[in-house]
Nanobody
């Protein structure tokens, strides 16, 4: 089991910055990927950014160049540095972790409780 706790959300004016943190506990040695998702009211949950255990990163086009995902070794804690925030970035942001047992060909997904980010004009 992996337990994820997010922090750092809040309210900010457009153009401002926030840094989200995600701390993992439990079987963290089994984590293969971690990332950030967000869900705005009336919208589906979407990937914002993720990072592999080896450090490879991936970003949604809508945040590329503005957000940066990073982590301390190994994958804990994980951060999302958000700059040049826009009103459309308003959402609940969720930390995600995927564990993988290669020998069994199985993966498991874990989610944090979410943290609200509100960007006002």
């Amino acid at each position: 089991q992996v337990y994820l706790v997010e922090s750092g959300g809040g309210s900010v004016q457009a153009g401002g910055s926030l840094r989200l943190s995600c701390s993992a506990s439990g079987s963290i040695f089994s984590i293969s990927n971690m990332g950030w998702y967000r869900q705005a009211p009336g919208k589906e949950r979407e990937l914002v950014a993720d990072i592999t255990y080896s450090g490879t990163t991936n970003y949604a086009d809508s945040v590329k160049g503005r957000f940066t995902i990073s982590r301390d070794n190994p994958q804990n804690p994980m951060y999302l540095q958000m700059t040049s925030l826009k009103v459309e970035d308003t959402a609940v942001y969720y930390c995600h972790a995927r564990t993988k047992v290669v020998a069994l060909g199985t993966s498991y997904d874990y989610w944090g409780q979410g943290t609200q980010v509100t960007v006002s004009s």
